[in-house]
Nanobody, 124 residues
Framework: QVQLVESGGGLVQAGGSLRLSCAASGRTFSSYAMAWFRQAPGKEREFVAAIGWSGGSIYDTDSVKGRFAISRDNALSTMYLQVNNLKPEDTAVYYC?????????????????WGQGTQVTVSS
């Protein structure tokens, strides 16, 4: 089992940047595929990006379009999401998630462990 804690969210103006972090504890971090999801008020949780143990990654290109970058540091048991050129429509609670096995999975039900989320609010 693994425990996940997100941090780094906040209030930022449109065009600004944030670096979200997800700290993991418990079983060996490197054995898990990791992902970021987000959920805006009144909307379903949606996939943002995922990363495998060796750094391979996938993105929801429609919403991200080169503005976000996912990474991980297995030595620190931490995953990151660098978010640039933020837009008001990026406002949401951002969640990190973990699953055993491969990382090419984009639906919430495929992930076993979740953090509590970190709020990102982008003002226009």
């Amino acid at each position: 089992q693994v425990q996940l804690v997100e941090s780094g969210g906040g209030l930022v103006q449109a065009g600004g940047s944030l670096r979200l972090s997800c700290a993991a504890s418990g079983r060996t971090f490197s054995s898990y595929a990791m992902a970021w999801f987000r959920q805006a008020p009144g909307k379903e949780r949606e996939f943002v990006a995922a990363i495998g143990w060796s750094g391979g990654s996938i993105y929801d290109t429609d919403s991200v379009k080169g503005r976000f970058a996912i990474s991980r540091d297995n030595a620190l048991s931490t995953m990151y999401l660098q978010v640039n050129n933020l837009k008001p429509e990026d406002t949401a609670v951002y969640y990190c998630a973990a699953r055993s096995g491969t990382y090419q999975h984009t639906t919430p039900s495929e992930y076993d462990y979740w953090g509590q989320g970190t709020q990102v609010t982008v003002s226009s």
